[in-house]
């Protein structure tokens, strides 16, 4: 078997990968690092259940081989936060039930850090009236730019109320 | 005291203790893990050595498999094995089965159908090679795929009362409607999955399950090996509707291949395995006849229903269930026939019956009342039976007008124009819908143990599962209220086999019954208590870690501990038990494609006492999520030239997303059930979906005056039938 190799900066530190080029950066993540926060709903791109950031970015996962990551930093949900030392969003979840069974949630949680960086950045999405002004930050942005996160038990409005409360108390702060 | 719950419990215990926890809001206490992506998932087990397995589906729909080409994949890179054993499952199991389902994967009975697992070193090593084993098969060619075209015959008795035919010819008013429902996949979001390890004689299976101790029944088995030797671990479940409440494909063939090969092995079914091979929500066809008198009483309920499986599943969907308890009419008619088609196995999928019956049958209420000329919320609230129809029996608490009421102030009701197309948004039409919601309730047999620990902590255990469904917070909640004990001292260990055998998760009994079990372990310590402390056990008041105002913990010099035990009884027959609700829901369609969007929701719901606001209030709300999927977009579309599944992942099967669900306000009822349950509780969990999509059905008419008779509602449906957009 052909085998490759690389370095990917995961959540802050070095992580050697040395394996079968055809594996996925999820498959790396949840298999070789144990790192298994970062779920698998499908494997094809659909569900959102497998969102990280890679130098950012939110992406799913599954759809991009480990291989292709040398050098790219990448957060999975452990390097949001932890259960002593819980993220302003993971605690919004919690307290907002954003979750059921939980399977959809850290995909959830990636995905909103990411999305809410896009929305500071101007960035525009299909609900946009206006694409060259600000995107207001409304419940229908929100839900838009979510949209590929699926959540079967569908806790929808509570992880909108808790990013919205995200929101809100950054703009206090 | 009897196990079994036989004469209602009046003393409503949980209004009188003093804790303060019961039916709190709180958090989940697995909520940060969750969040954290700490909270570990049956695939994500960590074992060493651990090997891969991967199905290989069949390619088609019914037949023999002649030949597996095994030589050239076993030469693959990193392959160890191929089986296609006799003891590895075609079939899933059915709920609450307790025993092993259909074997021998050499036969096919539907497309997808598992018919080898190759187990690798590395896990694409046996993704590629399932995918590289060739399969000869000899195929069966008259098989029957297709619902529309199969003889049905009927799966029970039907249920008649009186003369349906004779009060629909003398009926003021009537109507006879013919509606179809598609099949639906439970579509939990963590695919199902199975880690095996054997040590020795005795297999630890780390699975995703709904019914533990039915679960090791029938993988015990299945594998031809005891009981006793068989341990399951679910501690978390991804996700559940029905889908996890018998043993899957997965489960079998990793504990046949980690035996075989001596080290642990771990299936996981990719998304497509999972909508082709694991039970599906039956299609419906349903024939609803409402004939009611000049002042709107219904005079006869006719609903017949025609579901499908596959040969020799005993399983047939219960679409009647509501219809025989929730409104009037002495002349009735509910039937159900099956027809047989070699399809994926149907079973339960989230509330089987109510999910597809109510969402007709509340359609039909909806043009009943129209047809009679009368608000949709007074049409139900005139008929409402006092008693159940044909039986007598009276009903244990009903909370159906409260539920109306109180909904249609919130939702706004009174803003509702009675005729179709009136309201009018730009490029929408605006319309809004009622529907009652009705679930049966059951009390299902549950054990449980508490241990007042010496040091003044609580732990409660059960193999109950919780699928998100809030068993980890709402188990402890009841713990630490009998026992004064603060809740942060209350730990819930669930989700292990060798743990006391709870009810397991389904049928929206969970709750009550394990719950229940939990409160009668309690009980028994209590009187342990009040004996210490030589008071007479009504006279206990245990808060805040102190009894009578001791310290608990002065009373005790080692943990206390004790099994509750309760059985359904005779409160369960003589009784009509349900939980009940109403759905309010405001949409817009698309008066040029036939769009439909969701604008608002308001559901109000009454199922006893609520146990833990913000758990149920979500199984609430994830019901009418499943409501929105039902009337709009959730479908299982068969090739019925070959039996394949063409929607068979989440970019064909639409499950609703962020966008599809706006605001949904849920409001919950206070209600006490003493004949439910001795916590005055009764189901939640499948309670928000029953008659949801009625809900939108009937608000699509309101705004655009079409009446559709087939779900999920798509615009190709609508499009051709809606108002002239412009001229309007
Ligand atoms: S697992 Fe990657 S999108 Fe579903
Ligand atoms: S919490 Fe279960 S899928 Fe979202």
Redesign the pocket.
């Known amino acids: 078997m052909a085998t490759t190799s690389a370095t990917l900066d995961v959540n802050g530190e070095a992580r050697e990968f040395q394996g079968d080029p055809r594996q996925t950066l ?1 498959d790396f993540l949840r298999l070789d690092l144990k790192l298994t926060g970062t ?12 969102t990280v950031m890679v130098n950012g970015r939110r992406i ?4 991009s081989l480990a291989i292709m990551h040398d050098g790219d930093q990448i957060t999975t949900i452990e390097g949001i936060g932890t259960p002593e030392n819980l993220a302003a969003i993971q605690r919004a979840f919690v307290s907002h039930d954003g979750f059921q069974c939980g399977y959809c949630t850290p995909g959830q949680i990636c995905s909103a850090t990411a999305m809410l960086k896009e929305l500071a950045d101007g960035w525009p999405s299909a609900v946009t009236e206006a694409v060259a002004d600000t995107p207001a930050p409304s419940d229908e942005e929100l839900r838009e730019r979510m949209s590929g996160n699926l959540c079967r038990c569908g806790a929808y409005s509570n992880i909108i109320a808790a990013i919205r409360e995200v929101m809100q108390s950054e703009e206090g702060a | 005291m009897s196990d079994s719950y036989d004469t209602p419990d009046q003393r409503n215990l949980l209004d009188q203790t003093a804790q303060g926890v019961i039916g709190q809001p709180l958090d989940r206490p697995e909520g940060a893990l969750k969040a954290c992506g700490q909270a570990t998932y049956a695939a994500e087990h960590d074992l060493t050595n651990c090997a891969e397995g991967v199905l290989v589906g069949a390619t088609i729909g019914c037949g023999r498999v002649v030949r597996i080409h095994r030589d050239e994949v076993l030469a693959m890179p990193g392959v160890l094995a191929i089986y296609a054993d006799q003891a590895m499952l075609r079939r899933n199991a059915q709920g609450t089965a307790g025993e092993a389902p259909i074997q021998d994967v050499t036969t096919v009975d539907y497309y997808g159908q598992p018919v080898a697992l190759v187990v690798a070193e590395s896990f694409e090593q046996a993704t590629a090679a399932a995918k590289a084993l060739r399969v000869d098969y000899d195929v069966t060619t008259d098989a029957d795929f297709d619902p529309a075209a199969v003889e049905y015959e009927p799966s029970e008795e039907a249920d008649e009362l009186g003369d349906l035919d004779r009060a629909m010819d003398e009926a003021a008013f009537s109507i006879d409607r013919t509606f179809t429902t598609e099949a639906h996949n439970s579509a939990a979001m963590e695919p199902h999955a199975s880690i095996a390890d054997w040590d020795g004689r005795k297999l630890t299976l780390y699975g995703s399950f709904q019914m533990l101790k039915y679960n090791v029944k029938e993988l015990a088995d299945s594998l031809g090996v005891a009981e006793k030797n068989v341990r399951i671990l679910s501690p978390y479940i991804g996700g559940g509707f029905g889908s996890k409440l018998g043993i899957s494909h997965d489960a079998v063939s990793a504990a046949l291949a980690a035996r075989e090969l001596g080290r642990p092995v771990r299936v996981t079914l990719t998304r497509q395995q999972v909508f082709e091979t694991i039970t599906r929500r039956s299609e419906t066809r349903q024939r609803l006849r409402l004939a009611c008198d000049r002042q709107g009483r219904l005079t006869g309920i006719g609903h017949e229903a025609w579901v499908t499986n596959l040969p020799d599943e005993g399983f047939a969907e219960p679409v009647t269930q509501a219809t025989k308890f929730l409104y009037a009419g002495q002349n009735r008619r509910l039937a159900l026939s099956i027809g047989r088609v070699q399809l994926t196995t149907a079973g339960s999928v989230r509330a089987p019956g109510e999910a597809v019956g109510m969402q007709v049958l509340e359609a039909a209420m909806d043009e009943m009342a129209e047809a009679a000329g009368i608000d949709p919320i007074e049409f139900r609230k005139r008929n409402l039976p006092a008693e159940l129809p044909g039986e007598g029996l009276p009903y244990s608490s009903r909370m159906l007008t409260e539920a109306l009421d109180r909904g249609a102030r919130s939702f706004g009701w009174d803003q509702r124009h009675q005729q179709p197309c009136q309201r009018r948004e730009g490029e929408w039409w605006i319309g809004m819908g009622v529907a009652s919601a009705a679930r049966v309730n059951i009390l299902s047999k549950a054990e449980a143990r508490v241990t007042l620990r010496a040091d003044g902590g609580v732990l409660v255990e059960s193999d109950q599962t919780d699928l998100g469904t809030g068993s980890y917070a709402i188990l402890g909640q009841i713990a630490a209220e009998m026992l004064g004990v603060p809740i942060d001292r209350t730990d819930v260990a669930l989700g292990d086999s060798d743990l006391p055998a709870g009810a397991g998760s389904g049928g929206s009994w969970g709750a009550t019954s394990t719950g229940s079990a939990v409160f009668r372990a309690c009980e028994a310590i209590r009187a342990t208590l009040a004996h210490k402390l030589s008071v007479d056990v009504d006279e206990l008041r245990l808060k805040d870690g102190l009894a009578n105002d001791r310290p608990v913990t002065e009373l005790l010099d080692k943990d206390l501990v004790e099994t509750g035990r309760i059985e359904p009884g005779k409160t369960m027959k003589d009784y009509s038990q349900a939980s009940y609700g109403a759905f309010f829901c405001e949409a817009a369609v698309n008066a040029f494609t036939g769009e439909t969007r969701i604008r608002r929701m308001t559901g109000a719901f009454g199922f006893g006492r609520v146990l833990n606001a913000k758990t149920a209030r979500s199984q609430c709300l994830g019901g009418m999520v499943w409501g929105i999927g039902s009337a709009l977009t959730e479908a299982m579309e068969f090739d019925h030239r070959t039996g394949r599944l063409m929607t068979h992942d989440l970019a064909e099967y639409h499950v609703p997303v962020h966008r599809d669900v706006p605001a949904i306000e849920v409001i919950l009822l206070e209600e006490r059930d003493t004949v439910a349950s001795p916590l005055q509780a009764k189901g939640v969990g499948e309670l928000g979906i029953c008659g949801a999509a009625g809900a939108v059905a009937n608000a699509i008419y309101n705004a655009c005056g079409v009446r559709l008779h087939s779900f999920p509602m798509t615009p190709d449906k609508l499009v051709g039938r809606l108002p002239d957009p412009v001229g309007a």
Do not use: F, I, T, V
Request: proline share 0%; aromatic share 0%.
């Open positions: 999820l779920k698998k709903g499908c494997d094809h791109g659909q569900c959102g259940a497998c799913n996962s599954c759809l």
